[in-house]
Nanobody, 123 residues
Framework: QVQLVESGGGLVQAGGSLRLSCAAS????????MGWFRQAPGKGRELIVA????????YHENSVKGRFTISRDNEKNSVYLQMNSLRPEDTAVYYC????????????????WGQGTQVTVSS
């Protein structure tokens, strides 16, 4: 049974930082690319960052480039999202997800999902 468990969300002031973690189990982790999505109230789920199974390739959506960094540790079966210079518009539920595709950019291509963790950025 595949499980993805996010942690690290919370309330932070604008300009602050948070580090999200996602621990995976029940799959051969290095065979899966990982993505972080977010969903704000009343909006769809959007991919913001992704990383290949080896960690050698990454994708960062324009609005988070230079502020957010995705990384992974295949020995720990974990993926991380370092978020710096947070803005109120970053407020959302953040989800990690796994895909067998090399790098996938749509939610439909992801096979497994975590339960989500709330990030709230106050102004």
């Amino acid at each position: 049974q595949v499980q993805l468990v996010e942690s690290g969300g919370g309330l932070v002031q604008a300009g602050g930082s948070l580090r999200l973690s996602c621990a995976a189990s029940g799959l051969t982790f290095s065979n899966y690319a990982m993505g972080w999505f977010r969903q704000a109230p009343g909006k769809g789920r959007e991919l913001i960052v992704a990383i290949s199974g080896s960690g050698n390739s990454t994708y960062h959506e324009n609005s988070v480039k230079g502020r957010f960094t995705i990384s992974r540790d295949n020995e720990k079966n974990s993926v991380y999202l370092q978020m710096n210079s947070l803005r109120p518009e970053d407020t959302a539920v953040y989800y990690c997800a796994a895909t067998r595709t090399f790098l996938a950019f749509t939610a439909q291509r992801y096979d497994y999902w975590g339960q989500g963790t709330q990030v709230t950025v106050s102004s």
